[in-house]
């Protein structure tokens, strides 16, 4: 009597648990989504599809297993029949998983040609992957900008609690419009990476020197998060995705502004004289944006790979080289050119923002039109370093 009432104690204990956790199981999905793009839902169909004919094929190997074990045990069949080479069942199971994989295939290449199928696209966006954010580019309405993380330094640091959208988060997200096809030119500029939103079925790698195609016709208004898919360096777990689909009205509403903007911050910006305060907070901003990854919040970097800022002979050295070394990149190390990354207003304060952080006091304030000063001179060399060939002829 009392064996029974602990059995059964522990019985009602393991089905409680087993209702907590299947509650917390019900969270989750094991399954994949089917997406919001024609082509998200054909993956989705041939995933399925797979799916129940491996169910099929999983019942029925082990339907016949189980009936040999069990109908041919030793107390039933203490003696083997000895029966070898028999010319009808080996052609029936070469032929039968033949024929499956025919089944399979068909429908699957039918997928994978619709994948690549881009013509007859709307709009054009090429995307270029970089260490570590994404630019896009509208080709056709000249609209283009970075994409970078914008979850705060100090959740990465564990010193505040993650948000929501935890490394899921961007500044400036894709806007593209529903009901539309979207054709996406994909590359990079510096190593592989791999340009994957789940919900639009499209994950393709983004391979310097070349481009590579994918296309997307969201149906439903909504945000869409992703990732890059390919292991890409220090930072990249930190070069989400974002595309936001809205309607082909709030498009044009936007591509409107993002045109006007442009032309606002091309005329307007370098004239202005900037305060210290308001070129370190945005120095800030673009430094941990940029620079980061590599240097580090506190600006100690990761010798000898990526070297410290602080008490750094360029960040004491003179403003010009490091404007210059920010432009520019240096050759045969990590640092990149951020010439077409950063405008002259972020390469002002966040070298403002070097030269006075990291104990580096050297209260040096430099103006957005010093940068653009230099910037140009370095045009111009440029310019001439590639024409004296043609002089020389
Ligand atoms: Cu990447």
């Known amino acids: 009597m009392k064996l029974l009432k602990k059995m059964a104690l522990k ?31 054909d993956v989705y169909l041939l995933h399925m599809t797979a799916f129940y004919i491996s169910l099929v094929i999983c019942a029925v190997v082990f339907g016949v297993m189980f009936y040999a074990i069990i109908m041919h ?42 994948m690549n199928d881009t013509r007859n696209s709307e709009l054009v966006v090429k995307v270029t992957g970089y260490q570590w954010k994404w630019r896009y580019e509208y080709l056709n309405q000249g609209i283009s900008f970075y994409s970078n993380l914008s979850t705060p330094m100090n959740q ?11 490394l899921l988060e961007v500044d400036q997200p894709l806007v593209i419009p529903v009901g539309e096809k979207v054709r996406f030119l994909i590359t990079a500029n510096d190593v592989i990476h ?12 983004a391979i310097p020197g070349f481009i590579r195609e994918a296309w997307a016709q969201v149906d439903t208004v909504g945000t869409y998060r ?17 595309v936001i689909a809205v309607s082909k009205a709030d498009f044009a509403k936007w591509v409107a ?19 210290k305060s308001e070129l370190l907070q945005k120095g800030r901003q673009t430094y941990n944006q940029n620079c980061a ?19 750094s002979k360029i960040t004491l050295g003179p403003a010009v080289d490091e404007i210059q070394l920010v432009l520019a990149g240096k050759s045969g190390t ?60």
């Open 156 to 166: 990465r640091a564990n010193l505040e609690p993650k948000g929501e959208h935890y």
């Open 73 to 114: 045990r030793k107390s039933r069949h203490p003696v083997a029949s000895k029966f070898d080479q028999h010319l009808g069942l080996e052609i029936t199971w070469a032929v039968i998983p033949l024929l499956i994989l025919i089944i399979i295939a068909i429908p699957a290449t039918m997928v994978v040609y619709r």
């Open 257 to 275: 502004n993002m045109t006007r903007g442009k032309v606002n911050a091309d005329t307007m910006l370098p004239n202005k004289t900037w305060s």
């Open 334 to 393: 990590a640092m990149p050119g951020f010439d077409d990354q950063l405008s002259d207003d972020d390469v002002a304060s966040v070298v403002t923002y070097t030269r006075n952080e990291f104990g580096n006091n050297t209260h040096d304030i430099i103006q957005p039109r010093q940068v653009a000063k230099i910037r140009e001179a370095a045009k111009i060399t440029h310019q001439s370093e590639q024409s004296s060939p043609e002089v020389n002829v």
């Open 194 to 205: 791999s340009w994957w939103v789940p919900a639009f079925g499209v994950k393709t790698d």
């Open 293 to 311: 990854g590599c240097h580090q919040t506190e600006g100690k970097g990761l010798p000898p790979l990526y070297p410290a800022l602080a008490s």
């Open 226 to 242: 992703g990732q890059c898919a390919e292991l890409c360096g220090a930072g990249h777990g930190f070069m989400p995705i974002v």
């Open 11 to 41: 019985i009602t204990v393991f089905l409680s648990l087993m209702l907590v956790s299947w509650r917390a199981v019900a969270d989750y999905q094991l399954n994949m989504t089917s997406g919001v793009t024609p082509v998200s839902h």
